[in-house]
C-alpha cells in the first residue's frame, strides 16, 4: 500500500483532511498504540476520533484508490458525529470492530445490512467487515452464506476480489464431510479465477497475489498436486510482471513475500535467493529480506547459508517479528538434525515472548511454544 497506492497523486486532496500516522506495530515504544487499538492482520487502516481517542472506522487488508476514497469518507463522517446508515447500527459496528471484539462487531454488522441496500456506498465495506469478523470467530459456514450471496450484487466491482477469496477461504475451512463443502469450494474456485481473468477489475498486487495462494490450496485441499502447480506457476509468472513493472526499489522489494510464496508454491525456491539479495543490498538495516532468505534456504536444504541468514536477521529484527525469525531456526536446526539446537532456539523464543510488553504479548504464543517445549 505504502509503495503503490498512497503514492497516487489522486489522494493529495485528502492530504489536508487527516493527519497521518504510520505506526511499526513491532517497535517496542508503540506497544501502548497496539495494546489500545488491536491489531489482528496487516495491514489495517484506522480513522480515529481525536476528541475520543477512539476508532470511528477500521479497514482490514488492501485497497484501491477508489475504494480508499470511500473510506475516507465514511471514516470523516464518523469521526465529525455525522453518524451513518442503517439507523446508526453501522456506527456501532464500526466501534466495536476497532475495538477488536469480533463477536460483537459481527452482530451489529448483520443488523446493519439489513438496513443497507446493496446498492448502498457502505454496503460493500459492511460485507468485507462481517466476512473479517466471521472468520475471525471460526464461522466458516455463515461466512459461506454471506459471501456466496453478496457476490451476487458486487461480482463486477472491486470487493469481488475479497468476497471470492474469503468465501474460498472458508469453504476450505469447513471440516471435510460436510455437505456441500465440495460444491462450495468449486463455486468459489470458479469465482476467484473470474475474478483473476476480468479485465476491468484493478486489483492491488498482494490481493490479487492472496487470490492464486486460495486457489492453491484449494488444489492442494483436493489432491491435485499438477492443478496446484500449474496455478503457482502462473501466480509466479504474475509477481514477475509485477516486479518487472516497479519503478522502484521500494514497490520491488514490496512484493518479496508474496513471490517468496509464489516461488514456494511452485517448487522454485531458488528463484527467490537473487530477488532477496537484491532487496538485502537495496535495504541493508531491514530484517526481512535476510529472514525471508533464510527460509528459501532451508526449502533448498541449504541450512548452513540459512543459519547465517538467520544470523543476519537476528542482528536487525525486533518486536514479536523476532518470534518467527527464531521459528524459522529452529527448523533449520531440525532439518541439520541439530534437536540441542533447536530446542535451545525455542527457549530463547519462550523467554523472548514472555518479555515483550503489553500490546505485544501473546498469550496465545507463549502457550503454543511452551507446548513445543513439552513435546518430546
Same mark, same amino acid.
Given at each position: 500500500?505504502?509503495?503503490?497506492?498512497?503514492?497516487?497523486?489522486?489522494?493529495?486532496?485528502?492530504?489536508?483532511?487527516?493527519? !497521518? =500516522? /504510520? +505506526?511499526?506495530?513491532?517497535?517496542?515504544?508503540?506497544?501502548?498504540?497496539?495494546?489500545?487499538?488491536? &491489531?489482528?492482520? !496487516? @495491514? %489495517?487502516?484506522?480513522? +480515529?476520533? @481525536?476528541?475520543?481517542?477512539?476508532?470511528?472506522?477500521? !479497514?482490514?487488508?488492501?485497497?484501491?484508490?477508489?475504494?480508499?476514497?470511500? &473510506?475516507?469518507?465514511?471514516?470523516?463522517?464518523?469521526?465529525? #458525529?455525522?453518524?451513518?446508515?442503517?439507523?446508526?447500527?453501522?456506527?456501532?459496528?464500526?466501534?466495536?470492530? #476497532?475495538?477488536?471484539?469480533?463477536?460483537?462487531?459481527?452482530?451489529?454488522?448483520?443488523?446493519?445490512?439489513?438496513? =443497507?441496500?446493496?446498492?448502498?456506498?457502505?454496503?460493500?465495506?459492511?460485507?468485507? %467487515?462481517?466476512?473479517?469478523?466471521?472468520?475471525?470467530?471460526?464461522?466458516?459456514?455463515?461466512?459461506?452464506?454471506?459471501?456466496?450471496?453478496?457476490?451476487?450484487?458486487?461480482?463486477?466491482?472491486?470487493?469481488?476480489?475479497?468476497?471470492?477469496?474469503?468465501?474460498?477461504?472458508?469453504?476450505?475451512?469447513?471440516?471435510? #464431510?460436510?455437505?456441500?463443502?465440495?460444491?462450495? +469450494?468449486?463455486?468459489?474456485?470458479?469465482?476467484?479465477?473470474?475474478?483473476?481473468?476480468?479485465?476491468? *477489475?484493478?486489483?492491488?498486487?498482494?490481493?490479487?497475489?492472496?487470490?492464486?495462494?486460495?486457489?492453491? /490450496?484449494?488444489?492442494?485441499?483436493?489432491?491435485?498436486?499438477?492443478?496446484?502447480?500449474?496455478?503457482?506457476?502462473? !501466480?509466479?509468472?504474475? =509477481?514477475?510482471?509485477?516486479?518487472?513493472?516497479?519503478?522502484? @526499489?521500494?514497490?520491488?522489494?514490496? =512484493?518479496?513475500?508474496?513471490?517468496?510464496?509464489?516461488?514456494?508454491?511452485?517448487?522454485?525456491?531458488?528463484?527467490? &535467493?537473487?530477488?532477496?539479495?537484491?532487496?538485502?543490498?537495496?535495504?541493508?538495516?531491514?530484517?526481512?529480506?535476510?529472514?525471508?532468505?533464510?527460509?528459501?534456504?532451508?526449502?533448498?536444504?541449504?541450512?548452513?547459508?540459512?543459519?547465517?541468514? %538467520?544470523?543476519?536477521?537476528?542482528?536487525?529484527?525486533?518486536?514479536?517479528?523476532?518470534?518467527?525469525?527464531?521459528?524459522?531456526?529452529?527448523? +533449520?536446526?531440525?532439518?541439520?538434525?541439530?534437536?540441542?539446537?533447536?530446542?535451545?532456539?525455542?527457549?530463547?523464543? *519462550?523467554?523472548?515472548?514472555?518479555?515483550?510488553?503489553?500490546?505485544?504479548?501473546?498469550?496465545?504464543?507463549?502457550?503454543?511454544?511452551?507446548?513445543?517445549?513439552?513435546?518430546?
Amino acid at each position: 500500500m505504502r509503495a503503490f497506492v498512497f503514492t497516487d497523486k489522486a489522494l493529495a486532496k485528502h492530504a489536508g483532511q487527516f493527519v !497521518w =500516522l /504510520s +505506526i511499526d506495530t513491532e517497535k517496542a515504544q508503540n506497544a501502548p498504540f497496539a495494546k489500545k487499538f488491536p &491489531i489482528r492482520a !496487516w @495491514p %489495517s487502516f484506522y480513522v +480515529i476520533d @481525536p476528541k475520543k481517542e477512539t476508532v470511528a472506522l477500521r !479497514w482490514v487488508g488492501g485497497a484501491t484508490v477508489p475504494q480508499l476514497r470511500k &473510506i475516507f469518507a465514511d471514516g470523516a463522517r464518523a469521526a465529525g #458525529g455525522g453518524g451513518q446508515a442503517a439507523g446508526g447500527a453501522l456506527a456501532r459496528a464500526d466501534a466495536l470492530y #476497532g475495538q477488536g471484539d469480533y463477536t460483537a462487531a459481527g452482530k451489529a454488522f448483520r443488523e446493519a445490512l439489513t438496513g =443497507l441496500s446493496p446498492k448502498s456506498a457502505q454496503y460493500a465495506r459492511a460485507v468485507e %467487515s462481517l466476512l473479517f469478523c466471521m472468520q475471525t470467530t471460526g464461522d466458516e459456514p455463515e461466512c459461506v452464506k454471506l459471501a456466496r450471496k453478496a457476490l451476487r450484487e458486487l461480482r463486477h466491482t472491486a470487493s469481488a476480489a475479497n468476497l471470492a477469496g474469503s468465501g474460498l477461504d472458508c469453504a476450505l475451512g469447513l471440516p471435510d #464431510g460436510v455437505p456441500g463443502r465440495a460444491e462450495a +469450494i468449486a463455486a468459489f474456485e470458479a469465482d476467484v479465477a473470474g475474478v483473476l481473468a476480468d479485465p476491468s *477489475l484493478v486489483l492491488v498486487a498482494d490481493d490479487r497475489s492472496a487470490l492464486y495462494g486460495s486457489l492453491v /490450496s484449494a488444489r492442494e485441499d483436493a489432491k491435485d498436486a499438477a492443478g496446484a502447480h500449474e496455478i503457482a506457476l502462473a !501466480w509466479v509468472a504474475n =509477481l514477475d510482471g509485477e516486479a518487472a513493472r516497479a519503478s522502484t @526499489p521500494e514497490q520491488r522489494t514490496a =512484493l518479496d513475500p508474496d513471490r517468496l510464496n509464489a516461488f514456494l508454491a511452485a517448487g522454485e525456491a531458488e528463484k527467490a &535467493i537473487p530477488m532477496l539479495e537484491a532487496s538485502q543490498r537495496d535495504f541493508p538495516q531491514d530484517y526481512n529480506p535476510p529472514a525471508r532468505l533464510a527460509i528459501a534456504y532451508l526449502e533448498l536444504k541449504r541450512y548452513g547459508e540459512a543459519l547465517a541468514a %538467520s544470523d543476519r536477521a537476528l542482528a536487525l529484527v525486533y518486536g514479536p517479528r523476532k518470534l518467527r525469525v527464531l521459528a524459522v531456526r529452529a527448523d +533449520i536446526y531440525k532439518g541439520m538434525g541439530n534437536a540441542a539446537g533447536a530446542r535451545k532456539t525455542v527457549e530463547e523464543a *519462550l523467554a523472548y515472548a514472555e518479555a515483550l510488553p503489553p500490546g505485544q504479548r501473546s498469550e496465545t504464543t507463549i502457550a503454543s511454544l511452551q507446548k513445543l517445549l513439552a513435546t518430546p
